[in-house]
């Protein structure tokens, strides 16, 4: 009897606590088609003339966001990137 509890409480842990081997396979963040059509709209309006083009996502509660979006030379986090070495480009 002892033997069969511990090899019930086993059988448990086991099947518990298994870890998954999935890994993402690319980090893409693909947006919702709303979403899609506006970041379309913006580089097409704005072409190619600027290096950087940024979405900057700012979460105001569990259902709203406020997206900022920006093309111009340099990201608007240049500084902030550079100190936390975010940012591969110099």
Avoid: W
């Amino acid at each position: 009897m002892k033997r069969q509890f511990i090899f019930f409480v086993l059988v448990i842990l086991f099947n518990s606590c298994k870890q998954t081997s999935e890994v993402p396979v690319c980090n893409v963040i693909e947006p919702r088609a709303n979403i899609k059509s506006l970041l379309d709209s913006f580089v097409m309006v704005n072409g190619q003339n600027n290096a950087e083009y940024g979405i900057y996502i700012d979460k105001t509660s569990p259902h709203d966001y406020d997206l900022i979006l920006y093309t111009g030379n340099e990201p608007l986090t240049k500084e902030e990137d550079r100190l936390n070495n975010q940012y591969p480009r110099q």
